[in-house]
């Protein structure tokens, strides 16, 4: 069977898949995309979709302020299944520490040229009354969003089709290297380069990454619009939801356009079973009520888990494979793969093709993995 020809074959039909099909296809590339399941779905679907800046380094925050740049970009041609709306971010502080976090981050921010607001007391009871009484204040970054991250997927994928892309659904790929893929049923394609944009089973097709799963638990509640306006997140989340060894809960709470809420969040190393553990979602939804006492009278529709693509280093993996200059990789964005899904097609695609970047990609290259792999020893 002779093999199809393409310039790029990208594994996965996530968002970060999607938008790599995407940045190609408005680059001239022949593309096909391959997913063993559906668009959007793994962790894309399980995601809660916020558009956030990070600053847990440098390179966190360029990529993530980055991405937030190219979605505000795209709004306007989102439709509204997307559901994308600039609520803003709170950063809730609880303490004098955590406020000289607020302060920190302020200052940061600033620099950088990101709108921020430090918070009062008075300030945080008026724009979130339901929070409980006593914070000690807040920092609000009003160009966060939040969005759906299936339909954005969808979207994406859908514009790349429109410009010739090819789509292989309920398909496994069995092998990809040296130019070549694999399918489970003997198809074979032929292409310079094979994105790996595979998420947590990316490490299956290329041994060797320092990916490895984190779990995550996500409620859902029936509509209470208003009940909370921004996305709120407690300052200690990065402390504890950002660990890279520990299992964590976190108080990270998002309205939806719909009036629901989504509360989250927990992370667990380990765990191989999408089911429900009971005692890691108690926690999380006490440590929601702990900042949200009123959350106790509402009605949870739904619960679900799914599992995200981490690196120890809290920043993913986007360009070419060491091993292999024919494999390139996208994936281990953990919990920030809807929010960099633009900016790491960028910075993919400007590596294939060598045009200039708009923020430097060395800092996400694999060939740091090896130091990677032994940190996650």
Not at 68 to 89: F, H
Not at 219 to 235: A, K, M, N, S
């Amino acid at each position: 069977m002779s093999a199809k020809i393409y310039d790029v074959v990208i594994v996965g039909a996530g968002i970060v898949g999607a938008a790599c099909a995407h940045e190609c296809s408005q680059s001239g590339l022949r593309v096909a995309v391959i997913d063993q399941d559906v668009i959007g779905g793994g962790a894309t679907a399980a995601g809660m979709g916020h558009i956030v800046v990070m600053d847990d380094s440098d390179a966190q925050f360029a990529l993530t302020r980055y991405s937030q740049t190219l979605w505000q970009e795209l709004r306007p041609e989102l439709p509204e299944d997307v559901e994308y709306e600039q609520c803003g971010t709170i950063w809730v502080a609880t303490d004098e520490e955590e406020m000289t976090e607020v302060l920190r981050k302020h200052a940061y921010y600033s620099r950088q040229g990101v709108s921020v607001e430090v918070l009062n007391p008075g300030d945080i009871e008026r724009l979130e009354p339901n929070l409980r009484k006593g914070m000690v204040g807040g920092l609000l970054v009003p160009d966060d969003g939040v969005l759906y991250p299936p339909c954005a997927a969808r979207f994406l994928m859908d514009q790349a089709q429109g410009r010739g892309v090819t789509l292989h659904l309920q398909q496994t790929v069995a092998q990809i290297g040296k130019g070549q893929l694999h399918l489970a049923d003997g198809t074979r394609f032929s292409s310079a380069t094979i994105v790996n944009a595979a998420g947590t089973w990316a490490s299956a097709l290329t041994p060797g990454i320092a990916v490895k799963k984190r779990k995550g638990h996500l409620v859902i509640t029936d509509r209470y619009p208003g009940f909370v306006r921004h996305q709120l997140v407690e300052l200690g989340y990065l402390k504890s939801a950002h660990s890279v060894t520990a299992d964590s809960v976190a108080f990270n709470v998002q309205p939806r356009q719909t009036g629901q809420l989504l509360i989250g969040s927990s992370r667990q190393y380990g765990p191989e079973h999408k089911e429900v553990d009971p005692h890691v979602l108690g926690r999380m939804l006490e440590r929601a009520q702990h900042y949200l006492p009123a959350l106790a009278k509402t009605s949870a529709i739904r619960v679900w888990t799914g599992f995200r693509a981490a690196t120890p280093d809290k920043l993913p993996l986007i360009g070419p494979w060491p091993s292999d200059p024919s494999i390139y990789l996208a994936t281990g964005h953990e919990g920030l793969g809807i929010t960099t899904s633009l900016a790491t097609a960028k910075l993919l695609v400007d590596q294939i093709t060598g045009r200039t970047s708009a923020i430097p990609y060395e800092p996400y290259l694999p060939s740091r993995s090896a130091t990677l792999e032994h940190a996650h020893a």
